[in-house]
Protein backbone atom coordinates (compact mmCIF):
# COMPACT_ATOMS: atom_id res chain seq x y z
CA UNK A 1 0.00 0.00 0.00
CA UNK A 2 1.11 3.65 -0.13
CA UNK A 3 2.45 5.05 2.74
CA UNK A 4 4.58 8.02 4.26
CA UNK A 5 7.80 7.74 5.16
CA UNK A 6 10.84 9.07 7.14
CA UNK A 7 14.53 8.43 5.60
CA UNK A 8 15.87 8.67 9.54
CA UNK A 9 14.70 7.85 12.66
CA UNK A 10 16.62 10.09 14.88
CA UNK A 11 18.96 12.96 14.12
CA UNK A 12 21.14 14.70 16.48
CA UNK A 13 22.79 18.42 16.02
CA UNK A 14 25.00 21.44 17.77
CA UNK A 15 22.66 23.63 19.17
CA UNK A 16 23.13 26.66 16.43
CA UNK A 17 23.02 24.42 13.41
CA UNK A 18 20.95 24.21 10.73
CA UNK A 19 18.56 20.85 11.04
CA UNK A 20 17.12 18.36 7.94
CA UNK A 21 14.49 16.28 8.71
CA UNK A 22 13.45 14.09 5.34
CA UNK A 23 10.48 12.86 4.58
CA UNK A 24 9.65 10.28 1.29
CA UNK A 25 6.01 9.86 0.37
CA UNK A 26 4.15 7.40 -2.55
CA UNK A 27 0.90 8.54 -3.07
CA UNK A 28 1.34 10.96 -5.94
CA UNK A 29 -2.74 12.02 -5.37
CA UNK A 30 -1.71 13.79 -2.15
CA UNK A 31 -2.13 17.19 -2.51
CA UNK A 32 -1.26 18.38 1.13
CA UNK A 33 1.43 17.81 3.48
CA UNK A 34 1.94 18.95 7.01
CA UNK A 35 4.54 18.81 9.17
CA UNK A 36 3.97 18.15 13.22
CA UNK A 37 6.31 18.72 16.27
CA UNK A 38 5.74 16.65 18.89
CA UNK A 39 7.11 17.08 22.12
CA UNK A 40 7.25 14.53 24.94
CA UNK A 41 3.73 14.15 26.60
CA UNK A 42 1.97 16.65 24.56
CA UNK A 43 -0.39 16.41 21.27
CA UNK A 44 1.04 17.11 18.09
CA UNK A 45 1.55 20.81 16.96
CA UNK A 46 1.27 21.79 13.73
CA UNK A 47 4.52 23.61 12.58
CA UNK A 48 4.19 23.92 8.68
CA UNK A 49 2.17 22.93 5.70
CA UNK A 50 2.28 23.10 2.17
CA UNK A 51 0.36 22.51 -0.95
CA UNK A 52 1.34 20.25 -3.88
CA UNK A 53 1.13 23.43 -5.61
CA UNK A 54 4.02 24.81 -4.49
CA UNK A 55 7.38 23.58 -3.67
CA UNK A 56 8.73 25.65 -1.17
CA UNK A 57 7.28 27.57 1.75
CA UNK A 58 8.69 29.16 4.57
CA UNK A 59 7.79 30.10 7.97
CA UNK A 60 9.61 31.36 11.11
CA UNK A 61 12.75 29.93 11.25
CA UNK A 62 11.36 26.92 9.62
CA UNK A 63 11.49 26.25 5.55
CA UNK A 64 8.80 23.27 3.97
CA UNK A 65 10.77 22.13 0.75
CA UNK A 66 8.56 19.63 -1.45
CA UNK A 67 9.69 18.14 -4.51
CA UNK A 68 7.07 16.12 -6.72
CA UNK A 69 9.40 14.20 -8.73
CA UNK A 70 10.81 12.47 -6.60
CA UNK A 71 7.71 12.34 -4.23
CA UNK A 72 10.16 13.98 -1.48
CA UNK A 73 8.96 16.51 1.96
CA UNK A 74 11.76 18.11 3.84
CA UNK A 75 11.84 20.05 6.92
CA UNK A 76 14.67 22.64 7.31
CA UNK A 77 15.31 24.28 10.97
CA UNK A 78 17.60 27.15 10.93
CA UNK A 79 19.93 27.96 13.52
CA UNK A 80 18.11 25.32 16.12
CA UNK A 81 17.90 25.53 19.83
CA UNK A 82 17.13 23.67 22.57
CA UNK A 83 13.53 24.00 22.51
CA UNK A 84 13.28 22.23 19.23
CA UNK A 85 14.35 19.03 20.97
CA UNK A 86 11.37 16.95 20.12
CA UNK A 87 9.37 14.18 17.54
CA UNK A 88 8.93 15.62 13.80
CA UNK A 89 6.09 14.02 11.75
CA UNK A 90 5.45 14.66 8.49
CA UNK A 91 1.82 13.47 7.29
CA UNK A 92 -0.24 13.55 4.32
CA UNK A 93 -3.63 14.54 3.47
CA UNK A 94 -5.52 11.88 1.39
CA UNK A 95 -8.59 12.75 0.29
CA UNK A 96 -11.56 9.87 0.52
CA UNK A 97 -15.03 11.10 -0.14
CA UNK A 98 -16.03 13.62 2.18
CA UNK A 99 -12.87 12.54 4.76
CA UNK A 100 -9.92 13.97 4.85
CA UNK A 101 -7.50 11.97 6.76
CA UNK A 102 -4.15 12.44 7.52
CA UNK A 103 -1.49 9.55 7.08
CA UNK A 104 1.37 10.37 9.67
CA UNK A 105 4.91 8.89 9.02
CA UNK A 106 6.88 6.96 11.98
CA UNK A 107 8.79 10.30 13.21
CA UNK A 108 12.00 11.91 13.36
CA UNK A 109 13.74 12.23 16.93
CA UNK A 110 15.66 15.70 16.58
CA UNK A 111 18.07 15.93 19.92
CA UNK A 112 19.95 19.49 20.51
CA UNK A 113 22.88 19.07 21.60
CA UNK A 114 24.69 21.55 23.91
CA UNK B 1 -8.34 31.42 21.79
CA UNK B 2 -8.77 27.44 24.21
CA UNK B 3 -7.13 24.95 21.98
CA UNK B 4 -8.32 21.20 22.11
CA UNK B 5 -9.02 19.94 25.49
CA UNK B 6 -9.10 16.26 26.37
CA UNK B 7 -10.42 14.46 29.60
CA UNK B 8 -8.73 12.36 31.16
CA UNK B 9 -5.33 12.71 30.83
CA UNK B 10 -4.48 9.70 31.76
CA UNK B 11 -6.74 6.47 32.23
CA UNK B 12 -5.45 3.37 33.89
CA UNK B 13 -8.68 0.46 33.83
CA UNK B 14 -8.69 -3.36 34.38
CA UNK B 15 -9.08 -5.64 31.57
CA UNK B 16 -12.36 -5.85 30.60
CA UNK B 17 -13.67 -3.02 31.59
CA UNK B 18 -15.07 0.16 29.62
CA UNK B 19 -13.65 3.37 29.50
CA UNK B 20 -14.81 6.99 28.28
CA UNK B 21 -12.74 9.33 26.72
CA UNK B 22 -13.57 12.97 25.53
CA UNK B 23 -12.72 15.68 23.86
CA UNK B 24 -13.75 19.59 23.21
CA UNK B 25 -13.16 20.58 20.25
CA UNK B 26 -11.60 24.35 19.29
CA UNK B 27 -15.19 26.16 18.82
CA UNK B 28 -16.83 26.71 15.60
CA UNK B 29 -14.47 23.40 13.73
CA UNK B 30 -16.46 21.79 12.10
CA UNK B 31 -14.29 18.76 11.71
CA UNK B 32 -13.59 16.37 14.24
CA UNK B 33 -10.79 13.59 14.41
CA UNK B 34 -9.93 10.64 16.52
CA UNK B 35 -6.26 9.07 16.41
CA UNK B 36 -4.46 6.54 18.29
CA UNK B 37 -0.43 6.40 18.93
CA UNK B 38 1.29 3.55 20.33
CA UNK B 39 4.89 3.97 21.92
CA UNK B 40 7.33 5.78 19.60
CA UNK B 41 4.72 5.34 16.55
CA UNK B 42 3.27 7.05 14.65
CA UNK B 43 -0.55 8.04 14.27
CA UNK B 44 -3.13 5.56 13.65
CA UNK B 45 -6.46 6.80 12.39
CA UNK B 46 -9.74 6.09 13.77
CA UNK B 47 -13.12 8.14 13.32
CA UNK B 48 -13.99 11.25 11.37
CA UNK B 49 -17.12 13.87 11.77
CA UNK B 50 -17.62 16.19 9.57
CA UNK B 51 -20.52 18.46 10.67
CA UNK B 52 -24.10 16.37 10.35
CA UNK B 53 -22.65 13.79 8.11
CA UNK B 54 -22.57 10.37 8.70
CA UNK B 55 -19.01 9.98 10.20
CA UNK B 56 -16.16 8.18 8.96
CA UNK B 57 -15.49 5.19 10.76
CA UNK B 58 -13.08 3.17 8.40
CA UNK B 59 -10.43 3.44 10.79
CA UNK B 60 -12.07 2.08 14.13
CA UNK B 61 -10.34 -1.51 14.78
CA UNK B 62 -13.11 -3.53 16.07
CA UNK B 63 -16.35 -3.40 17.18
CA UNK B 64 -15.43 -2.20 20.62
CA UNK B 65 -14.95 0.90 19.82
CA UNK B 66 -17.27 3.43 19.07
CA UNK B 67 -17.43 7.72 19.34
CA UNK B 68 -20.10 9.55 19.10
CA UNK B 69 -19.99 13.77 18.68
CA UNK B 70 -23.09 15.38 20.42
CA UNK B 71 -24.28 18.80 19.13
CA UNK B 72 -21.53 19.11 16.97
CA UNK B 73 -19.29 19.65 19.28
CA UNK B 74 -17.81 17.50 22.10
CA UNK B 75 -16.92 14.24 21.22
CA UNK B 76 -16.53 11.24 23.23
CA UNK B 77 -14.79 7.66 22.57
CA UNK B 78 -15.61 4.29 23.94
CA UNK B 79 -13.89 1.41 24.35
CA UNK B 80 -15.99 -1.90 25.55
CA UNK B 81 -14.91 -4.47 27.12
CA UNK B 82 -10.72 -2.95 26.85
CA UNK B 83 -7.73 -4.98 25.84
CA UNK B 84 -4.11 -4.42 27.18
CA UNK B 85 -3.64 -3.81 23.30
CA UNK B 86 -5.67 -0.92 23.62
CA UNK B 87 -3.20 1.24 25.68
CA UNK B 88 -2.03 3.68 23.89
CA UNK B 89 -2.22 7.70 24.00
CA UNK B 90 -5.58 8.74 22.43
CA UNK B 91 -5.45 11.83 20.51
CA UNK B 92 -8.24 14.01 19.35
CA UNK B 93 -7.72 16.58 16.84
CA UNK B 94 -10.35 19.42 15.47
CA UNK B 95 -10.27 21.88 12.19
CA UNK B 96 -12.04 24.01 9.92
CA UNK B 97 -12.87 21.37 7.08
CA UNK B 98 -11.45 23.67 4.53
CA UNK B 99 -11.06 22.49 1.38
CA UNK B 100 -7.58 22.09 -0.28
CA UNK B 101 -5.88 23.30 3.16
CA UNK B 102 -7.29 21.46 5.97
CA UNK B 103 -5.27 21.75 9.36
CA UNK B 104 -5.89 19.95 12.43
CA UNK B 105 -5.01 20.84 15.81
CA UNK B 106 -4.78 18.28 18.44
CA UNK B 107 -5.23 18.01 22.10
CA UNK B 108 -2.86 17.07 24.44
CA UNK B 109 -4.45 13.07 24.51
CA UNK B 110 -5.61 10.31 26.82
CA UNK B 111 -2.88 8.17 27.75
CA UNK B 112 -5.02 4.67 28.09
CA UNK B 113 -3.24 1.91 30.33
CA UNK B 114 -4.88 -0.95 30.28
CA UNK B 115 -3.56 -3.74 32.96
Known amino acids: GESVGLHLPTLSVQEGDNSIINCAYS??????FIWYKQESGKGPQFIIDIRSNMDKRQGQRVTVLLNKTVKHLSLQIAATQPGDSAVYFCAENISSGSARQLTFGSGTQLTVLP | GAGVSQSPSNKVTEKGKDVELRCDPISGHTALYWYRQSLGQGLEFLIY????????KSGLPSDRFSAERTGGSVSTLTIQRTQQEDSAVYLC?????????????FGPGTRLTVL
Open chain 1, 27 to 32: NSASDY
Open chain 2, 49 to 56: FQGNSAPD
Open chain 2, 93 to 105: ASSLARAGRDTQY
